[in-house]
């Protein structure tokens, strides 16, 4: 089992909607949660950082961590086609000294008009 | 604020000879940069840990004498693909970690390489 599974999609939703992206991690030494984006031939970008379990909104994306399921979310609401691109989860340990992350496979999401 | 640049962005070169790639902290110090390889569809690979003023720890599998690293101040850290093979064509990205931050990464836009 690896440590960060993520559905690579791809997922293709129409304008408007409401999208929910999700990894689930298997090392509980995980502490700290990233959502990048990544367009197509770009380096990833960094979306939403988050270390509390509970709900942490920023605009239209909110990202959710559930550390007794041990599972992150990423909901983006009135999805535009500008969100189209590659959303990646990053997970790293507390404590580790490194600041390694460790990251999931990432999902494709396409935004239609 | 914290934006990292890679220089060059995209470079094709002949098999054998060797390719430097360019990651800098433009507006803040990273203390640790991060050297990844993407291939088409996967996710980053992590390739390397760099360290300001100190060798670079490599990943499991990555060939130190074959991936240079060199960090040697808070704002750039080099990454040189020595004798360069097809094999090597990738999507190069780099990313830094702000001094005193958390486990934060700024990455890079990427270097696409392609070896003929």
């Known amino acids: 089992q690896k440590e960060v599974e993520q559905d690579p999609g791809p997922l293709s939703v129409p304008e408007g909607a409401i999208v929910s992206l999700n990894c689930t991690y298997s090392n509980s030494a995980f502490q700290y949660f990233m959502w990048y984006r990544q367009y197509s031939r770009k380096g990833p970008e960094l979306l939403m950082y988050t270390y509390s379990s509970g709900n942490k909104e920023d605009g239209r994306f909110t990202a959710q961590l559930n550390r007794a399921s041990q599972y992150i979310s990423l909901l983006i609401r009135d999805s535009k086609l500008s969100d189209s691109a590659t959303y990646l989860c990053?997970?790293?340990?507390?404590?580790?000294?490194?600041?390694?992350?460790?990251f999931g496979k990432g999902t494709k999401l396409s935004v239609i008009p | 604020g914290a934006v990292v640049s890679q220089h060059p962005s995209w470079v094709i070169c002949k098999s054998g000879t060797s390719v430097k790639i360019e990651c800098r902290s433009l507006?803040?110090?990273?203390?640790?940069m991060f050297w990844y390889r993407q291939f088409p569809k996967q996710s980053l690979m992590l390739m390397a840990t760099?360290?300001?003023?100190?060798?670079?720890?490599?990943e499991q599998g990555v060939e130190k004498d074959k991936f240079l690293i060199n960090h040697a101040s808070l704002t750039l850290s080099t990454l040189t693909v020595t004798s360069a093979h097809p094999e090597d064509s990738s999507f190069y990205i780099c990313?830094?970690?702000?001094?005193?931050?958390?486990?934060?990464?700024?990455f890079g836009p990427g270097t696409r390489l392609t070896v003929l």
């Open positions: 990313s830094a970690r702000a001094t005193g931050s958390t486990d934060t990464q700024y």
């Open positions: 507006d803040f110090q990273a203390t640790t």
């Open positions: 990053a997970m790293s340990a507390d404590g580790a000294g490194s600041y390694q992350l460790t």
């Open positions: 760099s360290n300001e003023g100190s060798k670079a720890t490599y």
